[in-house]
């Protein structure tokens, strides 16, 4: 935010009056937006309300039903299927699209391989990438596999490919969602780096602090209509939420009602070591949330599936209400009322190519049979009860669950979850993507579910909804407990002290394995 | 815009999802209609049994294979497993026709030997795909060549004879009718119908589906991935010891040509009728039909003499590639519309 774009400078790439409709669907009205040279611009809304749609016109892949773009002053109509590249306007996805094989030179020369005649100029590939990866200040080997990296370097491996193309617009689609706090700092100077030398920024994100710390200006969209472009100055977190939403965004976390001192302990872990993680130990009580907060990479995912069966534990103990278990499957968690939801809704969550029923009763089919056969009727009640609690959106619910929004995936993979009447539910990253509105009903049904005598463990990287939510917050730090902390002690700052490694203890006695 | 989405899907989708499913009944009724024109024998009562009880061997093995591909696994080894099952069946049947006479009991045995023999092959497949995690392709390709040259060498190189009093007796199951429908066709129509309640009206069938589609979905899902896959081997071995009950009577022999190419008819049957190749998704129906249309192919080049009868693997191969080109086309249409 220090060296602001000059607003004098005309925009690079600019679209009037962009409208679209998929078949008598209209899903943009009228928008106007432009980018300038070396300008970051957030475009922010709910789940739905156009943002993709939006980049996928500015970038080609789509065609506009009516309005005009015009790039470095002509107007234009962008080739589809990303050829906009060669123009100089790419796009990075949310899901990166790397082939995991090939090695970073590779993939960032993919398409446009350096040749001489028939053969490849490997070596002068590999030193052109390595100049561009120093460029960006990154090191990242470029012969390394892309199945090798992290998340972050692969994005960053995506950028360089983009400064390669010779990129003046850059359009990212949510770049920080599978960033830890540090990766997302050095992601933030990257994008300094680049706006310095002049190349515009569009980027889509839900969190709003990103926003506010990194956009020059922010575009809100609601259902389809542009709601107002400012400048960021002119803005708060909440004035932003607001517009998002169109309605005040009050009690976004539901009060806390604090378990019973004396309710039972539901499960009990004990020196818990699996591959990445080690010394384990915790308590979690009936109607308790426990909060596991910590970098990306610090092991809670691995703790969670260590405890559920999908990976073997190679030590320690694990109680559920006052019996030893060892779990080797799903199945026998689930039977014995623990249920894992997992962060990756797309991967491991949801069959994407099939509908709301055969996704809400996967885990529970034998609840639906009938002398051995499916019970098509008991699955349709299963539905209409799992939309109505959770308001899940969906006009036809033989709509393949792909083509939902985030935020109703999401809902769907709760109802779930919860259809297998868990007395103990593990929620991976509860809201990751998801608008804030979709966010704060989530967080009242974990709230309400909590109150109904479930017992909670919530992990997430979003600090915020770990404060709000939790009763007791653990942190891990590299396959450990680092810390622990209930009632006032939860704030961002002592979170963070225990997740970056400033401070240890918290519980001394358990963690000085 | 995902809200948008779905209901752009919406207005198509009646008509789009009507042509899939009924685009292979559609090639049927064509291919029928073709045959009648070029040939009226086509439709005599004999043909029309002739096609059906040659569709079956194809066929039942294919509704095994429609679950096997449902659930994202493919299995090369049903012609050689069929070979190998009947070799094994006729040594056994004389064997016993040599201790005790032939009589009701030795087809008893023989057919009790293949179901055992066929569950057997299955869970064999089954466990080294799921338990050895080693690819299907490669493990039932690797069966397919043990079983193939099993089979040639019990026969010496030869062909394997049943006995002539066990032929008599054995003879009916293929030869003889039940309300004029021959028995084989009595089969199939049965391991239809049990594939079909398996596929769309059990948890079993819904798993492979889930698993095809998504293997580590089925597994966050509580769903015994391994234990699933190793069924559908198991059914599929279950399907070609049938398949070869209903054969052997046939010729009454076996040799290392028996069942040449069955595993990719199978596959072709599967694919025809709309099952996808890659899992996910299984239609018996369709897999019913893609067999009666390479049994009817063959026939029409029986009966007519446009096209040399040689050339039926060409028209068949150029079916089965139009096929799938048909299905992805209505399919990436109706994305198309949907975005």
């Known amino acids: 935010m220090s060296e602001r774009a000059d607003l004098a400078v005309p925009p690079i790439l600019s679209a009037h009056r962009i409208s679209k409709s998929f078949g008598d669907i209209p899903v943009l009205f009228s928008i106007d937006f432009d980018i300038r040279p070396g300008e970051v611009h957030a475009i922010i809304g709910e789940n739905g309300a156009g943002k993709s749609t939006l980049i996928k016109i500015l970038s080609g892949l789509e065609q506009p039903t009516s309005g005009t773009i015009t790039y470095q002053d002509k107007t234009v109509v962008l080739p589809p299927n990303g050829e906009a590249a060669a123009l100089g306007i790419v796009v990075i996805h949310q899901e990166l699209l790397l082939a995991e094989h090939l090695t970073v030179a590779d993939s960032i020369f993919l398409g446009r391989e350096l040749k001489s005649g028939f053969f490849l100029r490997l070596g002068e590939m590999r030193d052109q990438a390595r100049a561009i990866l120093d460029t960006l200040h990154v090191r990242i080997d470029p012969e390394a596999r892309i199945n090798t990296l992290s998340v972050a370097d692969k994005q960053m491996v995506e950028i360089a490919k983009a400064i390669s193309q010779d990129a003046k617009v850059i359009i990212m689609d949510e770049p920080t969602a599978v960033l830890s706090v540090a990766e997302t700092t050095t992601f933030f100077e990257q994008i300094k780096r680049l706006t310095a030398q002049g190349v515009a920024i569009v980027f889509i994100s839900h969190k709003l602090d990103e926003i506010m710390e990194l956009a020059d200006r922010v575009t809100v969209l609601r259902d389809g209509q542009l709601i107002a472009t400012l400048g960021t100055e002119n803005l708060t977190p909440d004035s932003i939420a607001q517009m998002m939403v169109g309605r005040e965004l009050s009690n976004l976390y539901p009060p806390k009602h604090e378990p019973d001192v004396d309710a039972e302990i539901m499960l009990s872990v004990r020196d818990l070591a699996a591959p990445g993680i080690s010394g384990i130990s915790f308590d979690l009580r009936r109607g308790e949330i426990l909060g596991f907060a910590g970098l990306i990479g610090s092991g809670r995912t691995a703790v969670a599936e260590a405890i559920v069966g999908l990976t073997r534990k190679s030590g320690g103990s694990i109680t559920l209400r006052g019996n030893a278990v060892e779990f080797t499957d799903v199945s026998q968690s689930v039977a014995a009322g623990l249920a894992y939801m997992t962060k990756d809704r797309k991967g491991r969550g949801l069959l994407l190519n099939v509908g709301l029923q055969p996704n809400l009763t996967l885990m529970t089919l034998r609840k639906h049979l009938r002398r051995g056969f499916l019970d098509g009727k008991s699955e349709e009640q299963a539905l209409e009860r799992a939309v109505r609690r959770f308001d899940i959106r969906a006009r036809d619910p033989s709509v393949p669950v792909g083509k939902l929004s985030g935020g109703n995936q999401q809902k769907l993979m709760l109802g779930k979850t919860m259809e297998s009447e868990p007395d103990i539910v593990i929620m991976d990253e509860p809201t990751r993507g998801i608008d804030v509105g979709t966010k704060q009903q989530i967080y009242h049904i974990i709230a309400a579910l909590a109150a109904e005598g479930k017992a909670i463990i919530v992990i997430s990287s979003e600090m915020q909804e770990v404060i709000g939510l939790s009763h007791k917050v653990l942190v891990m730090r590299n396959g450990r407990l680092a810390g622990q902390l209930e009632g006032a002690e939860i704030v961002e700052a002592e979170i963070m002290r225990y997740a970056a490694g400033i401070k240890q203890g918290g519980n001394d006695e358990r963690i000085s394995a | ?339």
Not at chain 2, 206 to 234: F, H, L
Request: charge should be positive; charged fraction near 10%.
């Open chain 2, 1 to 339: 815009m995902s809200v948008s989405a779905h209901e752009a899907a919406k207005p198509g989708k009646g008509f789009r999802l009507d042509l899939k499913t009924a685009g292979p009944l559609l090639a049927l009724i064509l291919l029928v209609v073709l045959g009648y024109s070029l040939n009226p024998a086509f439709l005599n009562e004999g043909n029309v049994t002739n096609i059906l009880t040659r569709s079956a061997f194809i066929g039942i093995i294919a509704v095994g294979a429609t679950f096997v591909i449902t659930a994202g696994g493919i299995d090369l080894s049903v012609g050689s497993m069929a070979a190998f099952i009947a070799g094994v069946m006729i040594i056994i049947m004389n064997w016993a026709v040599g201790a005790m006479g032939a009589s009701i009991w030795t087809v008893l045995l023989g057919v009790g030997c293949s179901l055992i023999l066929g569950i057997g092959a299955g869970f064999i497949n089954g466990f080294l795909t799921t338990k050895a995690k080693i690819e299907a392709f490669i493990v039932t390709l690797g069966t397919m060549g043990i079983y193939r040259s099993l089979v040639t060498y019990f026969a010496d190189g030869g062909t394997l004879s049943l006995n002539n009093g066990a032929r008599e007796i054995y003879r009916p199951v293929y030869y003889d009718s039940f309300l004029r429908i021959p028995y084989p066709v009595w089969v199939f129509i049965t391991v239809a119908i049990i594939g079909w309640v398996l596929m769309n009206r059990t948890a079993f069938g819904r798993y492979c589906m889930a698993i095809g589609s998504n293997e580590q979905v089925a597994r966050y899902s509580a769903i015994k991935v391994d234990r699933v896959r190793t069924a559908t081997y198991i059914l599929q071995g279950l399907c070609v010891s049938l398949a070869t009950i209903i054969y052997v009577p046939r010729l009454g022999s076996a040799s290392s040509a028996t069942g040449v190419l069955w595993e990719l008819e199978a596959i072709a049957a599967v694919i025809i009728g709309g099952t996808m190749l890659k899992g996910g998704f299984g239609r018996i129906g369709g897999t019913v039909i893609g067999a009666l249309i390479l049994t009817s192919i063959g026939n029409i080049l029986n009966l007519t003499e446009i096209i040399s009868n040689y050339l039926n693997g060409a028209v068949q191969g150029v079916i089965i590639v139009a096929a799938v080109y048909l299905q992805r086309g209505s399919l990436s249409a109706r994305r198309k519309k949907a975005e």
